[in-house]
T-cell receptor, first 115, second 115 residues
Framework: NAGVMQNPRHLVRRRGQEARLRCSPM?????VYWYRQLPEEGLKFMVY????????ESGMPKERFSAEFPKEGPSILRIQQVVRGDSAAYFC?????????????FGPGTRLTVL | KQEVTQIPAALSVPEGENLVLNCSFT??????LQWFRQDPGKGLTSLLL?????REQTSGRLNASLDKSSGRSTLYIAASQPGDSATYLC??????????????FGKGTHLIIQP
């Protein structure tokens, strides 16, 4: 039973390029969460999605960042026109239901480096 | 706004010692609290999940307690081993009244077990 999968594991982009991060939840999970871990800081919640719906995006930067979780395929976190400050580890988590009493399982993360 | 604090930020102890990691949170209206382990450059591994109605959870040499009213949790590690060296993260799921939210994380305790 595969866990949460993220790819790529490492991504290098130049300033101004686009970054696309993918997350496949655990089997049977239909709720996905994205978090960002900046150097020397804790993990910060970004967005919570169910299939085809954004439930809570209160942690998403207002510009350049977007997320989707289509009916088929992985969840995508998209960062347009990346800047050096976007360099971080981006983690995806999934849960079986969306109620907060359910355990979240994390993927290995995508480490984004912006040159 | 929920805030999570972990003390100490770093801890180094000889192998075999029992130790306690502390976590405090400002808003006691939580659904649950999770303890995670993060190895350098890796993702998060869930260690224990305590629901708001529970007082403690145990898994092997690990025991986590929760005092929701005082906003505190402890992670007790018995008979520590060098393989326990990692960063330990505490995270809470808060009842904001709007349903499920993302987890709020502390900055972690960096633990080193000396052989």
């Amino acid at each position: 039973n595969a866990g949460v999968m993220q790819n790529p594991r490492h991504l290098v982009r130049r300033r101004g390029q686009e970054a696309r991060l993918r997350c496949s939840p655990m089997k049977g999970h239909s709720h996905v969460y994205w978090y960002r871990q900046l150097p020397e800081e804790g993990l910060k919640f970004m967005v919570y999605l169910q299939k085809e719906n954004i439930i809570d995006e209160s942690g998403m930067p207002k510009e350049r960042f977007s997320a989707e979780f289509p009916k088929e395929g992985p969840s995508i976190l998209r960062i347009q026109q990346v800047v050096r400050g976007d360099s971080a580890a981006y983690f995806c988590a999934s849960s079986r239901t969306g109620y907060s009493y359910n355990e979240q399982f994390f993927g290995p993360g995508t480490r984004l480096t912006v040159l | 706004k929920q805030e999570v604090t972990q003390i100490p930020a770093a801890l180094s102890v000889p192998e075999g010692e029992n130790l306690v990691l502390n976590c405090s949170f400002t808003d006691s209206a939580i659904y649950n609290l999770q303890w995670f382990r993060q190895d350098p450059g890796k993702g998060l591994t869930s260690l224990l999940l305590i629901q708001s109605s529970q007082r403690e959870q145990t898994s092997g040499r690990l025991n986590a307690s929760l005092d929701k009213s005082s906003g505190r949790s402890t992670l007790y590690i018995a008979a520590s081993q060098p393989g326990d060296s990692a960063t330990y993260l505490c995270a809470v799921a808060t009842d904001s009244g709007g349903g499920a939210d993302g987890l709020t994380f502390g900055k972690g305790t960096h633990l080193i077990i000396q052989p």
